[in-house]
């Protein structure tokens, strides 16, 4: 078994293949391969453990004909082109589940630190300008009591309403179709989207990135949202229409906007969107957490031993789909 890594990972993960038997190739720079570097690096391998910045589809696939299986380090997968690894029998597996709550905490610290002004409050108290207490500086909006509107409830769309219950909100949620089980577990309320935009004091984001969810949220649904409501993404940049978005924040349309993921990612340091009112971006670290992420790394081993032993994995997106060319293969 030869499985190429393309970034450093928790060490977990590593440890779990070599244990199995694996030849493991690193890529040991920080920054991830170029298209050419990957191809020339995983000549010859069985399996690429891939991370959200590596763009996988068929060209690179011919390229890299030995490979059976694509372990994406991420419960996103957009940055594969999965109907490619179907064609030419290759396993796509993710790692869902063990990044739910470390992600869905990180909605709820956005949702907090934007709603109570962390960030300007913070860089005034390391400018010297904390002299008194005053009743009228940074003043934010209440989470506790306020309408959280969530779009996409699948596992972290409802772990963040789970954690809502706690700060007393009102939830209102919007999917494909309604949840009756979740909604009943979370006590969220099924609403269309363009309801949940008009009543929502926080906006939340949790589908993944589709041709049917990009620029999602755009001029007309940021238009809909209240001049007090705060956007929140933790899903993928491109879900939202950045220009859209920079104009509603200079318009004041909306109050403010907390980002984990942008479009362009990484967003540029004099980007427009940081220098609008009230926003906080983040690095696109809602899972990193220690626990979480060496979890993540290690059912991303398991899935590549599992489908290189001929076993169904742990998590895979198109298993049912190859797994007959599979067992030819074997
Ligand atoms: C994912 O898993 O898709 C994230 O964006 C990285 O944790």
């Not at 190739?25 to 010859?44: D, H, K, M, N, V």
């Amino acid at each position: 078994m030869r499985v190429a890594v393309t970034r450093r990972i928790p060490e977990v993960g590593i440890r779990t293949l070599i244990d199995a038997g694996a030849d493991v190739y690193i890529w040991p720079e920080s920054f991830p391969p170029t298209r050419e570097q990957l191809i020339a690096f995983a000549q010859g391998v069985d399996a690429l453990l891939t991370l959200l910045t590596e763009h996988i589809d068929g060209a690179l696939l011919d390229a890299l004909p030995t490979v059976r299986v694509i372990s994406n380090m991420a419960v996103g997968y957009d940055n594969i082109d999965v109907a490619a690894c179907t064609e030419r029998g290759v396993v796509v597996c993710t790692t869902p589940d063990v990044l739910t709550d470390t992600t869905a905490d990180f909605a709820f610290a956005l949702m907090l630190a934007v709603a109570r002004q962390l960030k300007p409050a913070t860089e005034a108290v390391l400018r010297g300008e904390w002299r008194t207490w005053e009743p009228l500086g940074f003043l934010g909006h209440d989470v506790s009591g306020a309408t959280l509107g969530i779009v996409g409830f699948g596992r972290i769309g409802q772990a963040v309403a789970r954690r809502a219950r706690g700060f007393n909100m009102t939830v209102l949620y919007t999917d494909r179709d309604p949840q009756p089980a979740a909604e009943h577990e979370t006590g969220a309320q099924y609403v269309s989207l363009d309801i949940l935009l008009q009543q929502s004091d926080f906006v939340s984001l949790h589908v993944p990135l589709t041709p049917e969810t990009r620029h999602l949220i755009s001029a007309p649904e940021l238009s809909m949202m209240k001049p007090t409501a705060v956007l929140i993404n933790t899903a993928r940049g491109p879900i939202v229409d950045t220009n859209a978005l920079v104009r509603a924040l200079q318009e004041r349309q909306i109050w403010g906007a907390a980002l984990d993921v942008t479009d362009p990612e990484p967003l540029p340091p004099n980007h427009p969107l940081l220098q609008c009112p009230n926003v906080l971006v983040t690095p696109h670290i809602a899972s990193a957490s220690e626990v979480t992420r060496a979890r993540m790394a290690e059912l991303a081993a398991q899935n590549i031993l599992a489908v290189l032993r001929g076993e169904k994995p742990p998590r895979a997106v198109n298993w049912e789909d190859v797994r007959g060319q599979l067992q030819q293969h074997h």
